[in-house]
Structures are given as structure tokens and as C-alpha cells.
């Protein structure tokens, strides 16, 4: 396996396109390809949380990545597939599948329903999944806020390589930056640790951070873009000012359901990704409304 560039970018992690009756969409993903390499997204995370990942069949997930390796190429997007579940053989499954269609990389959260008890358990879970797909490159995705799994990951990172030969990092979403922090002290150069929510990015930046998954990155690119090239440019009080848009564009959006809202507010900017599915709720068209006010009188750049 050739190892993968590190994700030292804004990765977009990207909503699963549905009807308006619920049912899946792949014809959507074209669109959203061309939306995200317009918004200079190069790397995309399909079928993960933002893609209501535990709300999709199997059979929906294969084929959402069918359409992302169809439509990506022409717009110079490379794509990690999320492949976790509760179901570690559709975990395989889906592995398989993403190292057939040569994916930049896969990644996986921890089961949920019942739960590695240690962090070996963890690590045979991932090392399982990983080893269905030898030739793509694999990242742990933490996210214990909705995993409920909590183990220290600077210590996942000196017990996981010796089981996971693929392994290429942590998806790091988890607001703990004293875990991050120690973490990449573990990490040097051998693996990479994009930060993974987006409301703290700058904190992140300025603990080590070099590249980002998030949601946002949907829409609000240019805004982190700029938030970027701020913070490295040592103009810290305009970084943090972009940093206090991003918290309340976000506070705007939470307010009537995060992913809802959020896919609400694709449709609007032209790519029709449909509702979210239930026990997720949606928007009425009053609090579409109110929430683009919101934004304009926010100047989030859309």
C-alpha cells in the first residue's frame, strides 16, 4: 500500500442526498461534487454522521459510493468512505467495496449498541475492518459525544500499529484538546490527525492541527479558508473573529436541528440533498427563512 497524502486540507463531510419522500438520491451527487470543488474542497467523507450514516441501509451506502466514484474524478475530489456500523461484517463489506473502487482512504467510528469494553476490544474491532481493505489507508474516527466510547488516544496510537498496518491516523472529533495535543505528541510525522469540530478549529490550529473534516465545510469553505491563511499569517485577531462567525453561523443552524437545517440550507444554495431522516427533524419554511436572515446579516459568505 502506498501511503495516502496527509489530509492537510478542509475535507467536507458530506450529506447523504435523499427525495422528499426520504428515499435515497445518488442522482444529487454530481451536484454536490461540483458545488464542493466550486467552494475549492478537494477531499470529501461520505456516508459518516453529517451523512446520517446509522440511518442507511447497506445497499444505500454501496451505492452512494458508486455515485461519489463515478462523479469525483471529473471534478479532482478524492473520497474517504466513513464504514463503520454496529455490523461488523457490513463493515467489511463496505471496506471491501471502498478498496475495490480505490478510495483515498476509509475510516470508522467505534460500535455504539454494544460497545468495545477496552481498548484492545477497539483495536481488534478496527484492525477487523481494516484488513478487508489492505490497499486503502484507514483512520480511526473518534467521536465519543455520540459513540459513547471514550478511551485515550495517544495510547490507541502506540497499541493500534502493531494490529493495523493501514492504520493512518485519527479522525479526531472530540473536544478534548489536551488528548489532542498529547496525541500528536504520539503521532510525529507518522500519523495524521485532521480536527474534526469545526467550532474550535482555531484552538486546534494553534495546538497542531494542520486539516479539518466538518460539516460546515459544506457551505463555509471560504470562511475557514480564510480563518487559515489568518492564523498563519499571525493575524490572529481576524482569525478569531472568523472563528466567532463560525460559532454563530452554527448556533443559527442548531437552533431548529444541526442536520436538518444544515441540508435545508444546501437546497437552498442549489444542490438538493432532501430532508434528514427521522428521529432527525427538519425545518419549516418560517425558520428557513429567518435563518438565511441570520446568515445575511451575519455576511457569512455563502
Request: aromatic share 8%; net charge neutral.
Amino acid at each position: 500500500m502506498t501511503p495516502a497524502p496527509p489530509l492537510h486540507e478542509l475535507v467536507a463531510a458530506t450529506h447523504s442526498p435523499f427525495h422528499p419522500d426520504g428515499s435515497l438520491a445518488p442522482e444529487v451527487v454530481p451536484l454536490q461534487a461540483q458545488h464542493l470543488s466550486n467552494k475549492g474542497i478537494r477531499t470529501v467523507f461520505i456516508t459518516g454522521s453529517t451523512g446520517e450514516s446509522h440511518s442507511l441501509t447497506l445497499a444505500e451506502k454501496l451505492a452512494l459510493y458508486d455515485a461519489w466514484h463515478a462523479a469525483a474524478p471529473a471534478h479532482q475530489i478524492n473520497v474517504i468512505a466513513h464504514v463503520g456500523s454496529n455490523c461488523l461484517e457490513d463493515c467489511k463489506t463496505l471496506a471491501r467495496r471502498a478498496n475495490d473502487l480505490r478510495f483515498r482512504a476509509i475510516s470508522a467510528l467505534a460500535p455504539s449498541y454494544y460497545k468495545p469494553g477496552s481498548l484492545t476490544s477497539l483495536i481488534d474491532t478496527c484492525a477487523a475492518i481494516a484488513a478487508a481493505a489492505p490497499d486503502t489507508p484507514f483512520y480511526y474516527y473518534d467521536i465519543p459525544a455520540l459513540t459513547g466510547v471514550t478511551f485515550p488516544m495517544e495510547t490507541f496510537l502506540t497499541q493500534a500499529p502493531d494490529r493495523i498496518p493501514t492504520l493512518a491516523g485519527i479522525k479526531f472529533t472530540n473536544p478534548d484538546l489536551v488528548s489532542y495535543r498529547r496525541s500528536l505528541d504520539v503521532a510525529g510525522q507518522r500519523f495524521d490527525l485532521p480536527w474534526g469540530v469545526d467550532e474550535t478549529l482555531l484552538a486546534a490550529l494553534a495546538t497542531g492541527a494542520q486539516g479539518g473534516v466538518g460539516s460546515t465545510y459544506n457551505w463555509a469553505a471560504p470562511l475557514y479558508q480564510k480563518l487559515i491563511t489568518a492564523f498563519h499569517s499571525g493575524d490572529l485577531s481576524e482569525a478569531r473573529r472568523l472563528q466567532s462567525l463560525s460559532i454563530a453561523m452554527i448556533d443559527a443552524i442548531a437552533a431548529t436541528g444541526f442536520l436538518g437545517t444544515a441540508k435545508a440550507l444546501m437546497s437552498h444554495l442549489g444542490v438538493p440533498v432532501g430532508p434528514a431522516r427521522l428521529p432527525l427533524t427538519n425545518p419549516t419554511q418560517s425558520q428557513i427563512s429567518q435563518l438565511l436572515e441570520k446568515l445575511k446579516s451575519l455576511q457569512i459568505p455563502l
